[in-house]
């Protein structure tokens, strides 16, 4: 996103006119997705990119409400970017789930027009799991939020390594 200048005006009282002006807005929101044949697990960065925050998770009921939730989620957040967990084998070898996953991320970039990024998923149910049995809630409780847990994981992921991959900070 190109910076513009004039969305920041200086204080009046600012006697730092070297300094460099802080744009208005610093960045856009990425939205993380854990999608099951059930559920789907969804999460939202902050403006920075540095968090990953659980949003509700959304009980699949057929495509057009599906797509019709996330339409409304992503333009409340406005998001820019979507981030969708790709099921791989502990090979790292792709199966029906992948395949599947692909389509619906495809359905996305079609349906919002938005970057789609597949991110590998392994593990992230079964560390969502660890978590949240280290917690007090209730066994009912955990089933509820571990979708949500999972997408909070991927997002974070995919934030920290395209961090690692662009050497920001």
């Not at 659980?54 to 797509?67: A, S």
Request: glycine share 6%; aromatic share 6%; with cysteine.
């Amino acid at each position: 996103m190109p910076f513009d200048e004039r969305k920041c005006a200086p204080d009046d009282d600012d006697d730092r006119s070297n300094s460099a002006p802080i744009p208005a807005r610093l960045s856009s929101r990425v939205l993380g997705l854990d999608v099951g044949s059930r559920r789907i697990g969804i999460a939202v960065s902050d403006l920075l990119g540095i968090t990953a925050q659980g949003l509700e998770t959304l009980q699949r009921k057929n495509k057009r409400h599906d797509f019709d939730y996330l339409a409304r989620v992503i333009r409340e957040y406005e998001v820019k970017e979507i981030v969708v967990g790709l099921p791989l084998r502990m090979s790292g070898a792709e199966g029906t789930q992948s395949e599947k996953m692909r389509a619906f991320a495809a359905d996305l970039q079609k349906r919002f027009g938005l970057p789609i990024h597949l991110f590998d998923e392994r593990l992230t149910s079964a560390e969502a799991n660890r978590f949240l049995r280290e917690t007090e809630l209730s066994i009912e409780k955990r089933g509820k939020a571990v979708d949500r847990m999972a997408a909070v994981l991927i997002l974070q992921a995919w934030m920290e390594s395209r961090k690692l991959n662009t050497g920001s900070e």
